[in-house]
């Protein structure tokens, strides 16, 4: 007979000698990285600065950190979500210049840790230095590169059969040397040969401003039409330093029913029109069209819109045709990188800032304390709150590696082994 | 990505040889008396993974991708180290979200319960909870590196072969077939020199089976899912032969085309959903060659039937595995390999098929099956006889046909699990005596432990 601890194990605990192998091997965040700060929280994680410390260059990373699920209030562990199983897939098979680097997933102490290459900026930091500071528009040089950039990785991503779903400029990453990456894959979705229709329902968290007018008027499959819209939203915000369709959302009624979104339609009919059903001709069957007749009628305006603000035909002509209303004749990506825009001076550069003066460039990334300190072990460092993310922090002035209780590498797990061979030894 | 297989993960660091195959092997291998259980095992696994694919009603391509996360999880662990069960319970959870289709982590617990308490289980229930899914899981994707995504034979069968003949449009899988099919356009992965074949009725079918039953061995760790796909088909036309083409028919077929020299029409590209239909019609026109086809695919014809040899040697060792339910297929092919024990008096449809590979054989003459057939032969890794002859030294002496089950395999599992457990535990050694003898004996269990006894004198 076996022991009554080898049957207790086989019993109760059968993956222990697995698990102690593998922690054995395992090498923790804080092991393998110097947390630098706290960069942003999204939906889906904290995002954290981090400074290699395997490489001697000490690259920079930023870590997203992914929130536990919750049902209801309460946290439970119910595994991985499916939302970082989508976005850890689909950033394991991806490899492009730009799209954000998935360097590597630590999968410890139930936490999932994404360790990206570190983008200094993003769109909506370059907007906001231009509206904010500069107070002058970002020339065009800039923006056609932007443009150019994230066309080309959009064309990369949907040659894959991948949508992004979720573009805007927060989530639209630039280098320090002015390489465009698109990040934030969490709403992806690989389209080809789905088991499931891509059903517009699923918790969209989209912002509203960026959605295409046929999910406004209730289509149900996503398409890569609809990330070419929002490629048109996010180059008007770039050359407005505003987003152009500003609406409001509807909040789903109290039977979670998705409502009409009214405002944001009406937002977007000012500027290119009420749609007939001569360009759109499939409008009649869209779920919310008798709604949508009820609206008050405007006419296009988009090229006055653009006078003043793209300064260039070309470019006016680009973005019309990026709004197309029709999602089957609206310009693809492809389509769109060879538009003739990018043909005319100033041409498009692969760093996008080649162009302009030091002062132009936005500032680098805030780093700032986790205001949730159970996270990352956060340096001891007051003066970092404020600091422009300069790496002038020694490594000796940060918490030590393996100091912080919240990070130890696979508490619980190793523990609860941990005990239970003590028992066996009694 | 999705469509480039060369670039995928899956290619890139999941293709392996036979050599790590063997390596990842080697401590199982000290706990089973006859290579040949670990085989078994295998089989026995994928069952058990289909089984409770099915009761959670996950579609086959859920179910392969579970599985091969399953092959995937043990070419870096060993059976006897861990919880075959519960790595399985795992691999379903994971594969459900990454297949898009998410189960709730109760499900996965209560259905993991059911299935694997109707196993062998010496007397010893099966427990779990969420937290130990939840776990395991998470080791599940370490393990897997993280790389989710998996291409399966699947597709380049939909893709290669026609969909009008899809008989299955109505089964379980058929909605697989139908759904998003053509959602979108784009370059098939598997290669260049694409046109359709016209599957006969059936052949499809069996084709799909054959995929199916792929997966109950290793072959999805070693070659590439277009390859498995275009074995099957192979294999499908020995069973289903093809209706010859009437060259009567290919003079009226080429008249009808614009390019005479061109029997099949290329196959766009960039296809557009909308001009489907018509260039299905165009298609229907298409009286083409299987056989030309599948030559015609730039590839090598000794590897293709190499892996087809190796599906033949998988029905060759299923076929001493016992289960309720035999799919159909798998007899079929089984019988094909010519290793049936059952002695049938009467033509079987498989026999027939024989007789019907021949005679394609002997029209399409040499430069198409006879390079097959030899390199067939001359394959040392699946030597069908060299099975054979295993199998019934093990059957020596024993009067009637024995078969492995799972009975057997759930048992043998624990007494792998047991000894490793009692090589790590030095102070156990004494109690629980080596040799890994399954103590508690029922009656009904005694066939099973003679059998044991008899491969390990064997052995
Ligand atoms: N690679 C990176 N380099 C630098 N900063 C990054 C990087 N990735 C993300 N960030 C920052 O973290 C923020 C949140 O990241 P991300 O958008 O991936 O998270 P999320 O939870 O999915 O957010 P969202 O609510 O936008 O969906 C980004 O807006 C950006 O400011």
Redesign the pocket.
């Known amino acids: 007979m076996l022991d009554e601890w080898s049957s207790n194990i086989l019993q109760h605990d059968p993956m222990r000698l697995y698990r102690a192998k593998r922690d054995l091997e395992h090498r923790t965040v804080i092991s393998k990285y110097n947390i630098l700060g706290f ?7 904290r ?1 954290y ?1 981090a400074q290699s410390l395997d490489d001697e260059h000490g690259t920079l990373h ?1 870590i ?1 950190k992914f929130k536990p699920d919750k049902e209801g209030d309460v946290v439970t562990y119910t595994g991985i979500s499916q939302s970082a199983i989508r976005e850890i897939a689909l950033n394991r098979e991806l490899s492009h210049d730009n799209v ?1 680097a998935l360097k590597e997933v630590i999968l410890e102490d139930k936490s999932i840790y994404m360790v ?5 900026h ?1 769109f ?1 930091q370059v907007i906001h230095h231009h509206s904010q500071t500069l107070r002058s528009p970002i020339s065009t040089a800039v923006l056609k590169s932007l443009i150019y950039q994230l066309i080309n990785g959009l064309i990369y991503l949907h040659s894959c059969h991948v949508l992004h779903r ?1 573009l ?1 400029p ?2 639209i ?1 630039i280098t320090g040397n002015g390489v465009v ?1 698109i ?2 894959l ?2 992806a979705r690989l389209i080809y040969e789905p088991l499931q229709p891509l059903f517009a329902g699923d918790k969209v ?1 989209v912002t509203i401003w960026y959605r295409a007018p046929e999910l406004l008027l209730g289509a149900k499959h996503y398409t890569k039409a609809i990330d070419c819209w929002a490629v048109g939203c996010v180059m008007a915000e770039l050359a407005s330093l505003r987003p152009i369709f500003k609406g409001e959302e509807a909040k789903l009624d109290s039977k979670k029913n998705v409502p009409f979104q009214r405002d944001q339609l009406l937002k977007i009919f000012e500027v290119l029109g009420t749609p007939d059903e001569k360009e759109w001709p499939s409008l009649v069957d869209m779920p919310e069209y008798h709604s949508m007749k009820r609206l008050d009628y405007f006419t296009n305006r988009l090229s006055d819109w653009c006078q003043s603000r793209l300064r260039s035909p070309q470019g006016y002509d680009l973005l019309r045709r990026l709004f197309i209303y029709d999602p089957e004749r609206r310009l693809n990506a492809k389509d769109a990188l060879q538009h003739k825009w990018f043909h005319e001076d100033p041409k498009p550069t692969w760093n996008a800032f080649a162009s302009v003066s030091t002062h132009q460039i936005p500032p680098h ?1 805030r780093i700032s304390q986790d205001e949730a300190p159970s996270m990352v072990p956060i340096p001891q460092h007051a003066s970092l709150q404020g600091a422009h993310g300069h790496m002038g922090i020694p490594f000796g002035q940060q918490s030590k590696p393996g100091s912080s209780t919240s990070l130890s590498g696979g508490g619980h797990y190793v523990q609860s082994s941990g005990t239970r061979k003590k028992a066996r030894l009694q | 990505m999705a469509t480039d297989f060369w670039a995928s993960s899956h290619y890139k660091r999941w293709i392996v040889d036979r050599a790590t195959l063997h390596q990842a092997r080697l401590a199982d291998l000290q706990y089973v008396d006859n290579p040949e259980q670990l085989d078994f095992l295998s089989i026995y696994f994928a069952n058990l993974i289909t089984k409770l694919g099915r009761k959670l009603q996950f579609r086959q391509r859920v179910i392969a991708t579970a599985t091969v996360f399953f092959r995937r999880f043990y070419l870096k662990n060993s059976y006897s180290e861990t919880d075959p069960f519960i790595v399985i319970a795992a691999c379903c959870y994971v594969a459900a979200k990454a297949e898009e289709s998410p189960i709730h982590i109760k499900s996965i617990v209560q259905e993991s319960r059911t299935v694997f308490n109707q196993e062998e289980l010496n007397g010893r229930p099966w427990t779990t909870d969420n937290q130990k899914i939840a776990e395991m899981e998470f080791y599940l994707v370490d393990d897997l590196e993280c790389d989710l995504i998996i291409f399966h034979p699947y597709r380049t069968l939909l893709a290669l072969c026609k969909r009008e003949n899809t008989p299955l449009s109505t089964s379980e899988e058929g909605e697989d077939l139908g759904i998003g099919l053509d959602t979108d356009d784009g370059p098939r992965y598997w290669g260049t020199g694409e046109g359709q074949l016209e599957l006969p009725t059936g052949a499809l079918q069996v084709a799909w089976s054959i995929i199916n039953d792929t997966y109950k061995s290793q072959l999805c760790l070693l070659h590439p899912p277009h390859l498995i796909a275009i074995a099957a088909i192979y294999l499908s036309f020995i069973i289903h032969p093809p209706v010859r083409p009437d060259p009567s028919t290919i003079i009226e077929h080429e008249s009808a085309t614009t390019t005479p020299e061109s029997h099949r029409q290329p196959r766009r590209s960039t296809r557009q959903a909308n001009s489907h239909s018509s260039s299905k019609k165009f298609q229907s026109h298409n009286q083409q060659d299987p056989i030309a086809f599948l030559a015609d695919m730039n590839m090598s014809l000794p590897l293709l039937a190499s892996v087809s040899q190796e599906i033949i040697s998988l029905y060759a060792l299923w076929d001493q595995y016992k289960e309720d339910m035999a799919p159909d297929a798998a007899r079929l092919a089984r019988e094909l390999s010519g290793t049936s024990p059952v002695a049938s008096g009467s033509i079987s449809p498989a026999k027939r098929s024989m007789s019907r590979a021949d005679s394609l054989t002997q029209s399409y003459g040499s430069q198409y099956f006879g390079s097959l057939t030899a390199s067939a032969g001359a394959t040392p890794v699946t030597d069908t006889n060299e099975t054979l002859d295993t199998a019934s030294s093990v059957q020596e002496g024993v009067p009637g046909v024995h078969y492995v089950t799972p009975a057997f395999l759930s048992l043998l599992v624990q007494r792998m699990r047991e000894a490793k457990l009692s090589d790590v535990t030095p102070s156990a050694q004494g109690s629980s005596s080596g040799s890994g003898s399954i103590n508690v004996i029922s009656g009904r269990k005694m066939a099973v432990n003679k059998r044991l006894e008899r491969m390990q004198a064997a052995g």
Do not use: P
């Open positions: 960069i942003s929280s999204g939906t889906y994680g995002v600065k930023a997203k954000v990206f290459d570190y983008a200094e993003d909506l979720d805007k927060a989530n990453l990456k990040g934030d969490g709403l968290v990334r």
